[in-house]
């Protein structure tokens, strides 16, 4: 049937309904995560209660509630134009004061000082992390985190040309604040945060001989606040050999790796792990990750990152399809963020580095850091969809260095 050939090629040559857009593979990603976080939180806190079997309980149940919210908030916020962060016209400064973005990292800062006040911060295990809001708390540290992102992309944006020393000092000014603040009750955020403040600056073009003369005042200011309280300290001595003090500062690590060690290579099976019944500590938040080993073993590990990975590339991708500098920067920012948290808090919970109290995104419980990663995430989304604009598409694509 030579007729039907052509019309075969012709079928083989046009692109499939089926192909995966940048917001798709994202959307499967946020929504694997959030899922695989509600059945783990959940068999995380199932606790010995004679009732066997899988059974729901309040903590599982509120995780759902705050899981569907952040759902929406991602949707919600994926559909806004990103650009509006922009703002206005620029004053006669370059800088345009009714941009969101200073407006939210000032919001941030504020709370990141009233968490501080004592009768306002709500005190948790002896941190003061948290504002009560009636029905809820908020972390302002997970605002901190985003503000800090959104800033630096939106300032590196604004800094037309080769970013100045000068010009260097004025953006680390507000986002050292920051740091400052939340070192003070949250040392791994805090380090999170300069972590991937330092990312966006080289991403964003800044000269290295210029971070090289602020990195010792960091540094320097970084360990006198690990050795300024005690139990840093000895976090980090404990971690060289945990089973040092196995019932005290090693407590943590050891039963993490016995969870691991449990899971083996197929795991106990979905709601089977023994850790979490009493042995450790922080299982729905800190070390969820070691609850996932044990249940689903090295499956659930390599489903886990995948699906982090699958966020990295999306964000990569982004970054080369974008023509306009803000764009490519906050897509930059927010996939840094997200794979430093997750990077960071695997290594914890594998007893890579020492522990550092952080949570996995998008799968630990806390309901205020789900709502905000998410929204982050949906400026992800945005500018995964947006379509260039033609006035974008005349700039130069700016100070980016993972343009491609």
Known sequence: MPTLRPFAVSLMLQPSIYRLRLQDILTVCVLGLLCLGILMVQSAAMNITGQIGWHWNERGTKHLIFVAVAL??????????????????????????????????SIALLTCILVLIPHVGLAVKGARRWLPLGFTQVQPSELAKWAVVLFLAWFLHKCSGEVSFIKLLLALIPVAAICLLVVIEDFG??????????????AGRVKLWHLALIAPIAIAAGLWFMMHKSYRMTRMMSFRDPFASPEREGYHMIQSLLSFSTGGVFGAGLGRGVQKLGYLPEDTTDFIFAVICEELGVFGAILTIALYLGILYVAWQAIRQRKDGFGQLLAFGIGAMITLQALINIAVATVSVPPKGMSLPLVSAGGSGLVITSAALGLLYSVCRARPDESLQEQPVGNVAVAV
């Open 189 to 202: 955020t805090a380090i999170l945060i300069a972590l991937c403040a330092v990312t966006i600056l080289i």
């Open 72 to 105: 929406v908030t991602f949707f919600v916020v994926g559909h806004l134009d990103y650009r509006t962060l922009l703002g206005g016209p620029r004053s006669a400064s370059g800088v345009s004061w009714k941009s969101p973005v200073l407006w939210m990292f």
